[in-house]
C-alpha cells in the first residue's frame, strides 16, 4: 500500500497545494483524487501567479480584459473559473464526508489582512459569486484577521484560516471560530459551518536553521507542530467545544501548510512523514505529494499529549531563540510575502492582457 493511502486510512486529509488551468484540463488534478488519496486543495496568489505567466490563461485573458477592468477583478474571474471546476471534482467527497472534507480554497486580497471590515465585505462576496459549498475563503490570522474570521462564520461562509504560526495563534484562531459557532447558535441558525486553520511549518527551520547547534537544524518546526497539535486535542476535548458540539456544531479541522522541505540536506517528506496525525490535513505542493506517494513512509501518529514538544522547545530557548518573537516575525513576514505575491500578480495580468489584447 501506498503511504499515501495509508495515512488518508489513518484519517489524515491529503490536499494538493496547487491548480493551474493545464492541470485541470489534462486530467492531473482527476488523477491525484484516484491514485493518490487527494482529497481537497489549496491556492494562493504565487501558484497562480505562475500558472499566468505559462501562458496557459492567454485566451481567457484576452476574452476577459477590456477597458476598466482591473487586474484583480479579473484574477478573481479566472481564480474562481478554476475553483469551480476543481470543487466540483471534489464535491462527490465532500458529500460521502458529511462536508467534512473535499473542500477548495480561495483567498481574499492579502490587501486586506490588516483591514477588518473590508475582509469581511470581500469573504463573503467571494462565496457568494463562485457559488460552490465546497469552497473555503482564507483570511489571514492576524489580529485584524481574528474579527473577520468571527465575522465570516457567523454569515455562514466557510473560512480557511491561514498564516498561523504557533500554539498560541492556532488558539487565537479557534477562539474566533467558535465565536462565530456561538453566535449562529444563539440566533437559531445551523452552527456547522466548515474551517481549517492553516499552520505554516517549515518557515520555522528556515528561520532558524542558520543561528541553532547542528543536532537542533531541521527540528523546531516538527516542535512546533507538536506543541500545536497538543492544543488542537485539548480544544477538542474542552467544555466548551463539547458544548457546541452536542448542539450541531464541528471541529474547525488542524492543517498543515508550508510543508515543502526547503533544506536539501533533509529528507523531501520531513513535513509530511513527521505530521502525520488523524483528523488533520496535510497540504503538499505537487512535488512533495509526489515524492511522498513514490518513496515516503507513514509516519507514527503524533502523540495527544504533545509527547517531548515542551523538551525540544526548551532546548532551542536555550540555544538563543525567541519562540514568541519568531512566531510574530513569521506571521508578519508572511503577510508582506503575500502583498508582494499579490502585486506581482496583478502585474503579471496587466502585463499578460497588453500583451494578449
Known sequence: MKATQTLHERGQSLWLDNITRSMLQDGTIQKFIDSYSVTGLTSNPSIFDKAIGSGDYDDAIRAGAGPGVAAEELFFELAIEDLRRAADLF?????????????????????????????????????????????????????????????????????????????????????????????????????AVGSVASVFMSRWDVAVNKQVPPDLVDKLALAVGLDIYRAYRQLMSSDRFQRLENAGARMQRLLWASTKTKDPAAPDTLYVHGLAAPFTVNTMPDDTLQAFFQHGQAGDPLPADGGDADTMLARFTAAGVDLNQVAARLQRDGAASFVTAWNELTDQIKTQASAVT
Open 91 to 191: 464535491l462527490g467527497i465532500h458529500e460521502r464526508t458529511d462536508r467534512v472534507d473535499g473542500w477548495v480554497s480561495l483567498e481574499v486580497s492579502p490587501l486586506l489582512a490588516y483591514d477588518t471590515a473590508g475582509t469581511v465585505a470581500a469573504a463573503k462576496e467571494l462565496h457568494a459569486r463562485a457559488g460552490r459549498p465546497n469552497l473555503f475563503i482564507k483570511i489571514p490570522g492576524t489580529p485584524e484577521g481574528l474579527p473577520a474570521i468571527t465575522e465570516a462564520i457567523a454569515a455562514g461562509v466557510p473560512v480557511n484560516v491561514t498564516l498561523l504560526f504557533s500554539a498560541a495563534h492556532y488558539r487565537a484562531a479557534a477562539d474566533a471560530y467558535l465565536k462565530g459557532v456561538e453566535r449562529r447558535i444563539e440566533a437559531g441558525l445551523d452552527p
